[in-house]
């Protein structure tokens, strides 16, 4: 059975891993805790990614740290749907993502699962906010051996690809308010959830599941 990570707009994740050495600018980036229950948590657009004239910029707008998992080896295929928009059609911003593997305090990485500054994807739209593959479905991970109380890492963003003559913006919404999540499409301009999903199963520890319990019976709110 998959597993589908929710991106929350509110929520701090209790650790603050390094951000991947990848990202050319990561100034802006906010941290936030990923989630397998929907919290409810309004639509934000993180307008964090402000580029220079550069050539194939890439920058951070978010990472999303989960909840411990058990031991287990990480492997299989990932896919996601993010709506996203750019300032200018000049920008050529596309999606820029990695996904990870580190120590429950966040200070080691046990390995890297995913990683994607290819400019395949599609360009966002400059005019609606619209949805995008992060990234396109059947995206084979690599395979990491995770340790009990490890946690995983996701980072998005943006890559623009090109020279510009003056700084552009782009622009991602997260948030988990509503009932149906963002189609796999690249047409969708509603307001629906964005997901991050595994093929497989990840298995939590027990922490996690006691954690989970007692934010949803109230004993635990964000």
């Not at 307008?47 to 050539?55: F, L, M, P, V």
């Not at 999303?64 to 059609?89: H, N, R």
């Not at 622009?171 to 301009?189: F, K, M």
Request: aromatic share 8%; charged share 20%; with cysteine.
């Amino acid at each position: 059975m998959a597993t589908r990570f929710y991106l929350p707009s509110t929520g701090s994740p209790p650790v603050s891993p390094a951000f991947e050495a990848g990202w050319d600018r990561t100034s802006e980036a906010d941290r936030r805790r990923c989630v397998v229950s929907k919290i409810g948590s309004s639509p934000v657009n993180f307008a964090a990614i402000t580029q220079t004239a550069t050539d194939d910029y890439d920058t951070l707008a978010l990472q999303f740290v989960s909840d411990p998992i058990s031991a287990q080896t990480i492997t299989g295929t990932i896919k996601g749907q993010i709506k996203c928009l750019e300032s200018s059609a000049l920008a050529n911003f596309s999606y820029a993502i990695v996904v990870k593997v580190v120590s429950g305090d966040g200070s080691t990485v046990r390995g890297t699962l995913y990683t994607d500054f290819s400019d395949t994807g599609a360009e966002f739209d400059d005019a609606t906010r619209t949805n995008r593959k992060f990234p396109a479905a059947g995206s084979a991970l690599g395979s990491v051996v995770a340790q009990a109380g490890d946690r995983i890492v996701i980072e998005i963003g943006a890559r623009k690809n090109g020279t510009n003559a003056s700084s552009r913006t782009a622009t991602l919404t997260v948030g988990d308010s509503v009932a149906s999540d963002l189609p796999e499409d690249e047409v969708e301009t509603g307001v629906l959830n964005p997901w991050i999903e595994f093929s497989q199963t990840i298995k939590f520890s027990i922490v996690s599941k006691m954690l989970a319990h007692n934010h949803f019976s109230g004993g635990i709110r964000n």
